[in-house]
């Protein structure tokens, strides 16, 4: 009996000895290793990956829907266009209309505009809309589209907002016309009124001439034309018909002379005379009847064609479940395989510490 006691102390010392020599830290670390953590964690990273889709589900069930709603426009039709082509007074083709109205459709203070003029829309007054132009697939196509949580209210919106542009683009348009025919007929105004106001000053400046023309024949007794001849020729600057005698103007007479005078003094209107007038009043009037026609216009010009209208969303773009819910497993399965290796790494440390000790120990 004392000598089994005695061998089984020894015994036991053995072994411990042998686990002290098998105790030393190995560095390298196997897939297999990898594999056996992750399954003695498993219910860790099981527990993680749940809290991180009852999140996921919580947030989506939580999370105020965003909707969006989107509108297509292209240019007009050609023939929407062609009553603004008059000739003289403005050319322009369903490009260019369009053209303006996406610039326009891009302006934040029209938007602001829009919105002060319809108080209903208020809500969506921070609401920024996204207008893209179109691929090569759909070139020359608009797309204008609002998100938000009143799907409703968008598509109004986006609808109204169109429309209000397209008018607002026509009105520009209209304007510039209006602002371009004015400064053309302010100018052939101005040069109608220099003429009138030349004309009679030639007129002033002919009948002093024949004053002065009269006293030298009166004085030298000549009351009859004493010239026979004498050529006609045409100024160009005062539009008049003069005669210019071969001989000094006197030797016409009195009589002649006074008889031109006479009728000088009568006249009460030189336009006829002024060359050219006739034909400024007549660009005048066209001026006119082009700018009556094209405000005529005014109810048949488009500046837009609406391919597709903005309609009211039936479902959300915003969150997006699916991608939530996608999120939420990898997030969860990735922090819970990172918190099962940092969990193992303390355990089995905190185990080897334990079995240093107890070498240590003995």
């Not at 020729?233 to 006074?258: A, C, I, N």
């Amino acid at each position: 009996m004392m000598d089994e006691q005695k061998e089984q102390p020894a015994s036991h010392v053995a072994s411990q000895a042998q686990q002290c020599v098998a105790c030393p830290e190995e560095d390298e670390i196997g897939l297999l290793d990898f594999w056996r953590v992750l399954v003695r964690q498993r219910k860790m990273i099981c527990a993680i990956t749940g809290l991180s889709v009852l999140g996921a589900v919580v947030y989506i069930l939580l999370a105020t829907p965003v909707y969006e709603v989107q509108a297509v426009v292209k240019p007009p039709e050609s023939k929407y266009v062609e009553a603004l082509n008059i000739s003289g007074i403005s050319q322009a083709t369903s490009a260019d209309i369009f053209t303006l109205f996406a610039g326009n459709l891009k302006s934040g203070s029209l938007r602001q505009q829009f919105v002060d003029e319809n108080p209903q829309f208020s809500s969506l007054r921070s609401n920024e809309p996204k207008v893209k132009e179109g691929t090569k697939k759909e070139a020359g196509s608009v797309f204008l589209s609002l998100q938000g949580h009143e799907p409703k209210l968008m598509a109004d919106w986006v609808n109204g907002f169109i429309l209000y542009t397209e008018r607002k683009t026509l009105d520009d348009f209209y304007d510039g016309i209006a602002i371009k025919i004015t400064g053309q007929k302010n100018a052939i105004l101005d040069s109608l009124q220099i003429g009138r106001d030349v004309a009679g000053q030639r007129r002033l400046d002919r009948i002093a001439l024949l004053e002065d023309q009269i006293a030298i024949a009166r004085a030298s007794k000549i009351f009859e034309r004493q010239l026979t001849g004498y050529s006609v020729v045409e100024s160009q600057k005062s539009g008049m018909v003069l005669d210019f005698l071969q001989g000094p103007m006197y030797m016409r007479g009195v009589k002649e002379l006074t008889a031109e005078k006479e009728a000088l003094e009568r006249r009460e209107d030189d336009e006829p005379f002024i060359v050219g007038f006739r034909d400024k009043q007549e660009n005048l009037a066209h001026l006119d009847a082009g700018l009556k026609q094209l405000q005529a216009t005014r109810t048949i010009v488009r500046a837009v064609a609406v391919d597709q209208q903005a309609t009211e969303a039936q479902q959300p773009v915003k969150p997006k479940r699916s991608l939530v819910l996608a999120i939420g497993v990898i997030l969860g399965g990735v922090f819970g395989v990172i918190a099962s290796f940092l969990l193992d790494f303390f355990q089995q440390r905190g185990k080897k510490t334990e079995l240093h000790e107890e070498c240590a120990s003995k």
